[in-house]
């Protein structure tokens, strides 16, 4: 292993798709070395649910082979899970209760929230804000079968499960740019929408909206009594503010209207919650490429759009992607810019831990209410045991034993006028010399 460089793969897996795409990070310089797109039969997975694993992790196996421009070089994955497969929430705590206590404090708040029953969920937090009054812990929890699927996928195509998490997250580390200003990322896919809140602290507010590219699809396939196909076609070359196609009424703006008031909704919870203003909305997904997006949000929410950039910062060959539009690989990016990333990996929140030091919860009171178990305890699931510390030592060791030789040398030429290394003792080529 080349101790100055880390590689891993992002995986984002659709109802329609299988996204992989590595990152080789070398001396704080981030490549995209390799990626890999694959299409989705139906029947495997819907709205993330797996229904066929064998299948799921054969269709992950030829995806992972059919990778370009050369082989991907790690088998450690960074996986997201479906928004809708997961439930997010920012707790509002005092800010007295320690860290210690954060973990009980917590549960006892979800029990409260969360949809979920408790035993049946893996889940992680950490504190993104904390000032003298309160401090603000970003909670996620997810069914533990979904995971546990996932897991179990992700074994039978052989790779290395190393971090889930959620989509949003993902997205996040791969489109805001400026971390000092407030975003709405509304990332349009087939299915769905998510609306995610981000500031200066991390994640605010995810919610996931059952409209996307498909509602269009229908919407003009039963207007002009076409095939599905031939309205995904059409759709691709139309506007959502149109009103006719084809010289036929269609009523787009229906499902947009859905979509402006959804972002309007997120948008004022967070400025009532929080008391500040959005200051941009980054457009991503696939169904975001349908022109008129920019133009309409702008006119409906009068605040400045802007279109996704995940590979912005990145080192790349254009023409690997040159037929794929680039914001596909939106979620990849942000899962693998995770994984290059030492001090990112083992923080924040990972959804493959069944339990970690942070998040051990202490055995709880009785409750006449409720009386639901404590987190079970579990193997943690880490890119490297230490692996900064491991670095550290083994470079400086190597450091130690280069500036050691180095001094047995000046040692043993000490009061000489020989040079520390005779080339004509060498056979040196007088050429270029090839590499």
Not at 94 to 121: G, M
Not at 322 to 348: M, Q, W, Y
Request: hydrophobic share 40%; with cysteine; charged share 30%.
């Amino acid at each position: 292993m080349n101790l100055l460089s880390k590689n891993a793969i992002g995986l984002d897996i659709s109802d329609n798709s299988i996204e992989l795409l590595e990152i080789k990070k070398s001396f704080g310089k981030e490549t995209v070395t390799a990626f890999a797109r694959k299409k989705m039969e139906s029947g495997i997975i819907e709205r993330g649910k797996i229904l066929n694993k064998q299948k799921l992790s054969q269709a992950i196996k030829e995806a992972y082979a059919s990778a370009k421009p050369r082989k991907f070089s790690t088998k450690d994955v960074i996986l997201s899970l479906p928004e809708n497969l997961s439930f997010i929430h920012v707790f509002r705590m005092p800010a007295v209760i320690s860290e210690e206590n954060i973990a009980e404090s917590v549960q006892y708040q979800a029990e409260e929230t969360i949809p979920l029953s408790f035993d049946q969920v893996y889940h992680d937090f950490h504190v993104i804000f904390k000032d003298e009054d309160h401090q603000d812990v970003l909670y996620v929890a997810a069914w533990k079968k979904i995971i546990d699927d996932y897991q179990e996928v992700l074994d039978g195509a052989e790779l290395e499960l190393i971090v889930i998490e959620n989509e949003s997250s993902a997205l996040a580390r791969s489109l805001v740019k400026k971390k000092d200003e407030k975003y709405a990322i509304v990332d349009i896919g087939a299915k769905t929408t998510i609306i995610t809140i981000y500031d200066n602290n991390g994640i605010r507010y995810s919610q996931n909206v059952n409209v996307g590219g498909y509602s269009f699809t229908d919407k003009i396939a039963k207007s002009l009594g076409i095939s599905d196909e031939e309205a995904a076609r059409l759709k691709r070359v139309s506007n959502v503010m149109d009103e006719k196609i084809k010289g036929q009424p269609v009523d787009l703006k229906a499902i947009t209207d859905i979509v402006v008031a959804e972002i309007k909704k997120s948008i004022n919870y967070h400025q009532k919650q929080n008391n500040t203003l959005i200051d941009k909305i980054i457009l991503c997904g696939g169904a975001s490429q349908m022109t008129g997006w920019p133009e309409l949000l702008n006119k409906e929410l009068n605040i400045e759009i802007i279109q996704g950039q995940p590979f912005a910062g990145l080192s790349y060959d254009k023409k690997m992607f040159e037929h794929k539009p680039e914001i596909l690989f939106a979620t990849v990016v942000g899962l693998a810019k995770r994984g290059v990333d030492n001090d990112n990996i083992n923080s924040g929140r990972n959804l493959a831990l069944t339990t970690s030091e942070m998040d051990e919860v202490p055995e709880k009171k009785p409750n006449k209410k409720k009386d639901k178990p404590a987190k079970e305890k579990g193997k943690k699931i880490s890119l490297t045991a230490g692996g900064n510390k491991k670095r550290l030592m083994i470079m400086v060791i190597i450091f130690a034993v280069l500036i050691i030789l180095f001094a047995a040398v000046l040692y043993l030429n000490a009061g000489t006028d020989e040079p520390l290394i005779n080339f004509q003792d060498y056979d040196v080529p007088s050429g270029p010399v090839e590499y």
